[in-house]
């Protein structure tokens, strides 16, 4: 069950992502039109200059996703959590440093594996 929500919810935000990408693409190519529209070039001028600025705008949403958007809400550096973990040197101690995680932390994906990993060495000695 928790498998399931769990791919629940990647189909949800990579279809949110692809949305997100589309409207930009849209976006982009509107202002990109606007922007060539009133300048005198040639057919062929006029559609590498809207595919120039078309490309542009989407390099600067690339940009602006990455800084800016993908990081709402992550309020933690991974690495950071992953060497907290990684200090433990007995299972207590790595029971104690998951629960001094943050729930966000708690749910990542690679702090998880990374846990898991530390778990199963310490119960193997």
Known sequence: M???????????????????????FFNATNASIELVKNISLSEKETQEKIS???????????????????NVGV??????????????KTIED????????????RRDGEIIKVAQQLKKKYNEK
């Open 2 to 24: 928790k498998e399931e929500l769990k791919k629940q919810d990647s189909l949800l935000k990579d279809a949110q992502f692809r949305k997100s990408l589309s409207i930009a």
């Open 52 to 70: 120039f600025w078309r490309n542009w705008f989407l390099e600067e949403h690339k940009n602006y996703y990455a800084t800016v958007i993908a």
């Open 75 to 88: 309020n933690y550096k991974v690495e950071d959590s992953i060497a907290k973990l990684k200090e433990a």
């Open 94 to 105: 790595l029971n104690t440093a998951w629960r001094l995680l943050s729930a966000d932390e």
